[in-house]
């Protein structure tokens, strides 16, 4: 590590942060006791108002389940569907809406300990027994009228009993019965009866809870108003800790950003962890500068001949995919490398592979790319090429044969197939295909030598 991170000066935001936390500390102390005993109140209140929904909740679903078997029993007393008397005695005798939200009535009641909503449930819950009186009777008259087996109506339809004079009417006069029973006068001042005793129990639930919220209120306003002044210690402490957060940490953590898009070392400044990892950071930074350009290196390069390798020839064919410019491909083939090998050995065929590599490179333009992307299989990416550059490329070819089957470096004569293909538009699709077709000529025809792609080579 550089000898000058380790003599380092400036303000520790550690210890500042000591600092600031003991006083914090101090204060919030003061603050949750206040707060402990507003949630006190709070409780209460809360506890109460919880109290006044669940028994308008539960009163709301009295109203509609007593509403629901009025609807099915005249449903039925009009249609004589036996589907609305199961749907009826279901929420009777099953479902049980009125008893279960009564019961959450009855809780609430208790702890509240108000005797007169007790009365008012007890009351509404009677006149709802009563209703069903008339309702039971109405749909048994209906049954009868329509000559239903009573032996397979529900238990508290055969149960019912109808006077003489019902029973001696005719059908049309027991409906017209069933129907007043279910949709008179009475009938709807009995559900009236309900509905007011379900909300003066409501009324009664809500004057208690008004009692408590408003002594709850009074405490809490006392309580708050000591709050209010903690805060505003608070307040002004975070103000001290925001300039200090600002100077030691948020302006150097910029510069850093900026420091890092525009990819230099860091700048030494803010406190004195800041300035410790800037100096770490920059010779890291140092460091990893170096290497990179040596893993670049070795990543576009291939390791036995220098030149360019198969992952920097995909590379650089996807970069000329979009390009407007005129694109010539050569695909080139060591012909008959592995009787090289077999014959001479694989470190001859190596030293092969280097001077076919090097004689590619000294033969193109410097903005031409010379890859390796196989064993024995090279190409060069030719870019703002044009029947001329292709002209010229032939010679190159045939120079190259030249040299490389009559060897002066003591290696094994060896010659080149070479396919090219020409594209006015970038490195299409189809580029490597026709350099590929233009190349199998080549070798059909007796290697060593050099085809450019025709249309009908398919």
Request: charged share 25%; hydrophobic share 40%.
């Amino acid at each position: 590590m550089n000898e000058q991170s380790t003599h380092v000066k400036g303000v520790k935001i550690q210890t500042t942060s000591y600092l600031m936390i003991l006083i914090a500390c101090i204060i919030y102390g003061f603050v949750l006791y206040e707060t402990f005993h507003t949630s006190q109140k709070y409780q209460a209140l809360t506890a109460a108002t919880d109290s006044y929904i669940r028994s308008q909740d539960a009163a709301s679903a009295v109203s509609q389940a007593s509403s629901f078997l009025t609807e099915q029993a005249r449903l039925y007393v009009i249609t004589a569907n036996p589907d609305y008397t199961e749907a009826y005695f279901k929420e009777a005798n099953e479902t049980r809406s009125r008893e279960i939200s009564l019961e959450t009535l009855h809780e609430v009641e208790h702890h509240q300990e108000d005797d007169e909503v007790h009365i008012y449930l007890q009351t509404a819950l009677q006149y709802s027994y009563k209703l069903m009186e008339r309702e039971l009777y109405a749909m048994k008259l209906v049954a009868v009228a329509n000559g239903y087996d009573i032996s397979q109506l529900a238990q508290e339809l055969q149960d019912c009993a109808l006077s003489e004079e019902d029973l001696a009417a005719s059908p049309e006069a027991q409906k017209e019965k069933a129907k007043n029973l279910v949709f008179d006068t009475a009938y709807q001042d009995e559900k009236a009866l309900i509905e007011s005793n379900l909300s003066y129990s409501t009324s009664s639930i809500l004057g208690h809870t008004r009692s408590i919220q408003e002594a709850s209120t009074e405490a809490l306003r006392l309580q708050l108003g000591r709050l209010r002044i903690y805060i505003s210690i608070l307040f002004l402490m975070n103000i001290v800790i925001f300039l200090i957060i600002s100077l030691l940490i948020i302006k150097p953590l910029q510069i850093y950003v900026k420091c890092i898009n525009d990819n230099r070392a860091l700048e030494v400044i803010g406190s004195y962890e800041f300035k410790y990892l800037a100096l770490t950071y920059n010779n890291i930074y140092e460091l990893n500068a170096a290497n990179e350009v040596m893993l670049r290196k070795k990543a576009e390069r291939d390791a036995l001949t220098g030149i360019l390798n198969r992952g920097a020839f995909d590379q650089i064919k996807a970069s000329l995919k979009a390009s407007p410019v005129p694109v010539a491909l050569m695909l080139i083939d060591v012909d008959k490398f592995k009787e090289v090998n077999d014959g001479y050995g694989h470190e001859m065929g190596d030293k092969v592979l280097k001077q076919v590599a090097n004689l590619l490179s000294s033969r193109f333009r410097t903005s031409d790319f010379v890859a390796r992307i196989g064993g024995d299989e090279f190409a060069v990416i030719l870019p703002e090429a044009n029947e001329e550059t292709l002209s010229a490329v032939a010679d190159k070819v045939k120079d190259l044969n030249q040299l490389l089957l009559h060897n002066e470096q003591d290696m094994p004569p060896v010659s080149l197939s070479v396919g090219v293909a020409l594209s006015h538009q970038g490195f299409d699709e189809t580029l490597y295909k026709k350099a590929d077709l233009a190349l199998y000529q080549v070798k059909e025809a007796g290697r060593c030598g050099c085809s450019f792609y025709q249309d009908g080579m398919e």
